[in-house]
């Protein structure tokens, strides 16, 4: 099956600091993701990514959050300033056309 | 706007006891439909979709679900539940032609008791 890479599998960082999680993506495989999911609650849908530009996101995509490819291989999700409420478990997601969204294992966030 | 709703927050199943966990979804088309599982302190590992075809799709670890566009449903099924399928579910949909807005349901929690 094919496999969906994230780094690191988990970050501690300080309030206020920036923190990037990257994705290294199937090959092929052109819509990119990013989910958060707090601790015991649901998996939200944070931004979607296509064609080296933001597709959709939702309101918790505020602007301390960005996205970009800057290698034109691995994906990465840039958080600028944390808050504690950022501690989350960090999932991205990549598809191909028509198919399901395979998911990486996901990046822990811990904000102290 | 899409949505998906698992009516069902915690089940408790016996083992060797049929399991169905309900989703429904609103959404203006007929969408692609998942079930993904998690278990604790685990990613999400896709257990079966539907795109298309047998509204009654089989994926791994003998789970099945069953497509009802009448009812807007996609409930998953599995006739004897093992004690290894705790885990936390949730079901998902996506529009049909491309992969931008898929979106979880809030998750059902499965305890199997032995």
């Known amino acids: 099956e094919p496999e969906v890479t994230q780094t690191p599998s988990h970050q501690v960082t300080q309030m206020g600091q920036e923190v990037i999680l990257r994705c290294v993506p199937i090959s092929n495989h052109l819509y990119f993701y990013w989910y958060r999911q707090i601790l015991g609650q649901k998996v939200e849908f944070l931004v979607s990514f296509y064609n080296n530009e933001i597709s959709e996101k939702s309101e918790i995509f505020d602007d301390q959050f960005s996205v970009e490819r800057p290698d034109g291989s691995n994906f990465t999700l840039k958080i600028r300033s944390t808050k504690l409420e950022d501690s989350a478990m960090y999932f991205c997601?990549?598809?191909?056309?028509?198919?399901?969204?395979?998911f990486g294992q996901g990046t822990r966030l811990t904000v102290v | 706007a899409q949505s998906v709703t698992q009516p069902d927050i915690h089940i408790t199943v016996s083992e060797g006891a049929s399991l169905e966990l309900r989703c429904n979804y609103s959404y203006g088309a007929t969408p692609y439909l998942f079930w993904y599982v998690q278990s604790p302190g685990q990613g999400l590992q896709l257990l079966l979709k539907y795109f298309s075809g047998d509204t009654l799709v089989q994926g791994i670890k003998g789970f099945e679900a069953e497509f009802k566009r009448s009812q807007s449903s996609f409930n998953l099924r599995k006739p004897s539940v093992h004690w290894s399928d705790a885990a936390e579910y949730f079901c998902a949909v996506g529009p049909r032609y491309n992969n931008n807005d898929m979106r979880f349901g809030a998750g059902t929690r499965l305890t199997v008791k032995p």
């Open positions: 997601a990549n598809a191909g056309e028509n198919t399901e969204a395979f």
